[in-house]
């Protein structure tokens, strides 16, 4: 069993940047593939990024590649997402999520509960 909390959300500025953690629980953590989803009012959750247990492996959506990175810290059971140059249309509930198989896209084993990230015109 993995426990899930996001933070870092919060309202900022177009063009702005953000850092989101996840912390997990559990000694296992290690063991798990990481990623981030996020939902918009209206429409489906969708992926943004992901990265292996060892860290080594990442992918990200194209709408935040080269803007979005994806990193984690085993020793400290954590996960980050730093957000840069931030648009209007990242405006989203962000949420963590951990698998033990998958990375990617298919990701849906545990979820953390979502923290709101508002990006401002």
């Known amino acids: 069993q993995v426990q899930l909390v996001e933070s870092g959300g919060r309202v900022v500025q177009t063009g702005g940047s953000l850092r989101l953690s996840c912390a997990a629980s559990?000694?296992?953590?290690?063991?798990?593939?990481m990623g981030w989803f996020r939902q918009a009012p209206g429409k489906e959750r969708e992926f943004v990024a992901a990265?292996?247990?060892?860290?080594?492996?990442?992918s990200y959506a194209d709408s935040v590649k080269g803007r979005f990175t994806i990193s984690r810290d085993n020793a400290k059971n954590t996960m980050y997402l730093q957000m840069n140059n931030l648009q209007p249309e990242d405006t989203a509930v962000y949420y963590c999520?951990?698998?033990?198989?998958?990375?990617?896209?298919?990701?849906?084993?545990?979820w953390g509960q979502g923290t709101q990230v508002t990006v401002s015109s």
């Open positions: 999520t951990a698998d033990s198989v998958r990375a990617g896209p298919l990701m849906d084993e545990y």
């Open positions: 990265i292996t247990w060892s860290g080594v492996g990442t």
């Open positions: 559990g000694r296992t953590f290690r063991s798990y593939n």
